[in-house]
């Protein structure tokens, strides 16, 4: 998949009020419906999750 229509899809349902986190490069989007979490790991993680606006980074995500 082309990762610019990824980042599209984040712009366009997303506020992009993001967390990241010191794994590499995760960011976290929450949107006012849903959050979207880009998996950026050093190991090459390179999963996305799709989830309610109150799912949250856990150790669960980007393994």
Known sequence: ???????????????NNTNSYDDGGTILYKGDVFNL????????????????????YGKEFCK
Do not use: P, V
Not at 3 to 11: E, F, G, K, L, P
Not at 45 to 53: A, E, Q, S, V
């Open 1 to 15: 998949m082309n990762t610019n229509a990824i980042d599209d899809i984040i712009t366009e349902f997303t506020d």
């Open 37 to 56: 979490l880009k998996c950026k790991t050093l190991d090459g993680n390179r999963d996305i999750y799709i989830g309610t606006k109150n799912m949250r």
